[in-house]
């Protein structure tokens, strides 16, 4: 059996919502692994959905760069969001999205052996940086759209620097209306995008694995009802279309007037500007999501070092 921490107790319920001892019980049910325990909360109705931004826990910075109709994400981990106020980080960062844009690099790995303009490669600088800054620092990721016909709109919400911060969106629309009723629409969608965490342009695309896992919680959920397994199905089926359908950016509700779906905002811009109009792809790069960040056990640390048990 796990040992189930106080830490670990506080870290579901920070996540979950859900009470101290009900937290308790579920890490004991679940042998102490967090994720199986929100699912054993949510499945119990003790716990909302899992919240997005909830694993958000790396600082640094998520850079964005367009030129014509393309356009890239990358972000950049460091220890402290100290570093991510630094001149250096932010110059360092603003030009391996550059890079990217420049290069068409798609991961991480091919950006740290591309060049950089100061001379070496991007892995070097960032050897470089880490010496002179002190701290540890790592190129995360990269992601690219673009479109035949259209515009790309990039949008940071909150931002440290211009194209700099540490939620970064980009949207590409298709077509052949005017550029600037493209780019209002965009920003609009953009700025959506960073406050909804769409998991995917439509429910078609949402990763499977992730549709089988609400696909069990609603089936624990629905099987407390006690009714007949026909119903029960239904249920089910009903739940996994709901969830789908709030997390599928075409379908997701437009935050500015929260009943109109994103499809239909596309459509009407279209309509009115006497053009095609569609939404193709987007980026969107929160700073740290999907890190767990490690939490110490300071009193147990000091116990360590002193030898006692």
């Known amino acids: 059996m796990a040992d189930i921490t106080a830490a670990t107790v506080k870290e579901l319920r920070d996540r979950s919502g859900a ?8 890490l004991t049910e ?3 692994d967090i994720e199986a325990a929100t699912d054993w909360l949510r499945a119990k109705g003790l716990a909302a959905a899992q919240k997005k931004s909830s694993r958000t826990a790396a600082e640094g910075l998520v850079g964005v760069a ?3 109709t393309k356009g890239v994400a990358v972000e950049v981990n460091s220890e402290t969001d100290f570093v991510a106020k630094n001149d250096q980080f932010q110059d360092f960062v603003r030009t391996v999205s550059t890079i990217a844009l420049e290069s068409g690099v798609s991961d991480a790995e091919a950006l740290l052996a591309a060049s950089y303009p100061s001379g070496g490669t991007v892995s070097e600088k960032l050897v470089a940086n880490i010496a002179t800054i002190g701290e540890n620092q790592n190129v995360r ?3 690219h759209v673009s479109v035949n016909q259209g515009v790309v709109v990039p949008y940071v919400h909150n931002a440290a620097a211009p194209g700099l911060g540490k939620i970064g969106v980009l949207v590409a629309l298709e077509g052949d209306a005017p550029a600037d009723t493209m780019e209002t629409l965009g920003k609009q969608i953009a700025m959506h995008i960073a406050a909804a965490f769409p998991l995917a342009l439509s429910a078609a695309d949402i990763d499977p694995v992730q549709l089988e896992r609400e696909r069990a919680i609603a089936t ?24 789908a359908k709030e ?25 009115e500007a006497g053009a095609s109009i569609t ?5 969107r790069f929160q700073l740290g999501e999907g890190i767990e960040k490690e939490v110490s056990d300071f009193a147990a640390e000091v116990a360590a070092a002193a030898g006692v048990a």
């Not at 009470?19 to 019980?25: E, F, N, P």
């Not at 935050?255 to 239909?264: E, L, Q, S, W």
Request: charged share 25%; glycine share 8%; net charge positive.
């Open 141 to 143: 990721r990269v992601a």
């Open 220 to 243: 624990e959920k629905a099987a407390e009802s006690g009714k007949p397994a026909e119903i029960i199905a239904k249920m089910v089926d009903g739940a996994v279309a709901k969830y």
């Open 247 to 271: 997390n599928a950016l075409l379908s997701q509700l437009f935050v500015m007037d929260n009943k109109t779906p994103i499809a239909d905002v596309v459509a009407k811009a279209a309509k």
């Open 30 to 32: 679940t042998n102490g």
């Open 279 to 283: 939404l193709t792809s987007y980026v």
């Open 19 to 26: 009470g101290m001892m009900d937290c308790k019980k579920a």
């Open 66 to 68: 367009v030129a014509g």
